[in-house]
Structure formats: structure tokens, C-alpha cells
């Protein structure tokens, strides 16, 4: 009787599962981008764009310190970068895209290369860091799309949206002050900024070690750099709604 336990030499491989087997890489270097590393590398530097700008954006917020003129005028130093600006706003919007397709695409790969061998401890503390980057990536999203409604199209609490001050500018000062005068919003806020911060801090440490700068010991370095920034982060961008909303800074 002939054996027909054994695998025929043309038999096809699983396409779906654990024991997946992807088709190759295409080389070059759209396949080179594709590949593991590439993703990782495309996730890496979208983050980096993503943390600069948060960074950048955390400046100009802390700027209403300054008081109704000098945050009014920033503004409208902002509103005449013209096509800078809608630059700058596709390639935010071209970054998160990115960041989210790569991390999606990574997570999907990691899930069906996983040996069954892995020990229990070690899937629940790789699930938990997932399960909340991808909570805190969720959020951030969310957020972005709230704060892009309520101060850039005034679709949110349009209230205070069409003011002008004294000198005939859109009054984005008493906007943000009157906005964060109210406890639900400044709530929103807090959890938000809670939030990015917690996927900044993971996230830049990550993202330092996919550049290989955590080689010759440079790993703890790494792992600070992450808290410093989304320490910096939570502080800079909630101080602002909490000052507003506890009368520190008044319309």
C-alpha cells in the first residue's frame, strides 16, 4: 500500500494562520519598504514627524500665556503660511495614515508568524503594550478629529468660533479661553492629552531603538528620552485647558 501520509512535493502551503506562508518580498525598494523592516522603519520616521509636530503645536498653545494679542497674532501668522500650511496639514494627515497602515499591517504579521511555543506571560505582556498603543492611537485619532472641528472649521461649540477682537482678528484667543471655561471640554481634553502622552512615551523609545540609537548601551537612554517627552507633552498641553478652566487665564 503506498503512503499517502507524506507531502507530496507540490502540495500547497497554508496561505492563512499561524502557519502562514507569505508570498516573497518583492526586492527593490518599494519591496525593500514593504518588508518588516521597511514597515518598521516607515512607522518609525511618521512617528518622529507625528511627535514633532505635537511638540511644535504644544509651543504654540502654551503661547496664550502671553495674553489675547500675541496668541491672536500667531494666529494669524499661521492662517498666512497659505500654501505651507495645507502642506504642512496633508503631510500631518499623509503621516497618521501612514503610522496607522504600517502598525496595522506589523500587528497583523506579528499574529500570524506567532509560534505557539510562547509562553503565557510572555503573550499577555506583548498583548497588553499592543492593546494600549492601540487604545491610545484610537484616542489620539479621535481627538485630533474633535480638535480639528471645534478650532480649525468651528463645527463644535461655534459659539464663540466668529469673534473678532478689537483689532478686527479672529478672536482664536477668547475662542480657546471660553472653549476650556467649560469643565466637559476640559475633560475631553485631559483624557486626550493623557492619552497621546502615554503613546508618545512607548512610542519614541520604540522609535529611537528602530533607528538603532539604543546600540552600545544606550538603550536606558532611549527608554528616558520616551518619558521626558510625553512627561512634556501632558504637561505643556494640559496646563493650558487647566489654567482656563481654574481662572488663571481669563477671556
Not at 509651543?59 to 494679542?69: E, I, S, T
Not at 512627561?231 to 481654574?246: H, I, M, S
Amino acid at each position: 500500500m503506498n503512503d499517502t501520509s507524506a507531502a507530496a512535493p507540490g502540495r500547497a502551503k497554508p496561505t492563512t494562520g499561524a502557519g502562514a506562508v507569505r508570498p516573497p518580498t518583492p526586492v527593490g525598494p518599494v519591496g525593500g519598504l514593504r518588508s518588516t523592516i521597511g514597515l518598521k522603519l516607515l512607522m518609525a520616521v511618521s512617528g518622529l514627524a507625528l511627535v514633532g509636530f505635537a511638540i511644535v503645536h504644544m509651543l504654540g498653545h502654551l503661547q496664550v500665556f502671553a495674553g489675547r494679542d500675541a496668541y491672536n497674532d500667531y494666529a494669524v501668522m499661521l492662517q498666512g503660511l497659505g500654501a505651507l500650511k495645507w502642506a504642512a496639514r496633508l503631510g500631518l494627515l499623509a503621516a497618521v495614515g501612514l503610522h496607522i497602515a504600517c502598525g496595522v499591517t506589523l500587528a497583523r504579521r506579528n499574529r500570524e508568524a506567532r509560534p505557539q511555543g510562547y509562553t503565557q506571560r510572555r503573550m499577555q505582556r506583548s498583548t497588553s503594550y499592543g492593546r494600549a498603543m492601540l487604545l491610545t492611537g484610537i484616542t489620539f485619532v479621535a481627538f485630533l478629529l474633535y480638535h480639528l472641528a471645534h478650532f480649525t472649521l468651528g463645527w463644535v461649540h461655534p459659539a464663540y468660533f466668529s469673534a473678532v477682537d478689537a483689532l478686527g482678528r479672529p478672536d482664536v484667543y477668547g475662542n480657546f479661553v471660553r472653549s476650556f471655561g467649560n469643565p466637559a471640554i476640559v475633560a475631553v481634553y485631559t483624557v486626550a492629552v493623557v492619552a497621546v502622552s502615554l503613546h508618545a512615551t512607548h512610542a519614541t523609545s520604540s522609535m529611537l531603538r528602530t533607528l538603532g540609537l539604543s546600540q552600545r548601551g544606550a538603550r536606558n537612554l532611549c527608554e528616558r528620552a520616551g518619558a521626558v517627552v510625553g512627561v512634556a507633552l501632558l504637561a505643556g498641553f494640559a496646563c493650558v485647558p487647566l489654567a482656563c478652566l481654574f481662572g488663571l487665564v481669563t477671556p
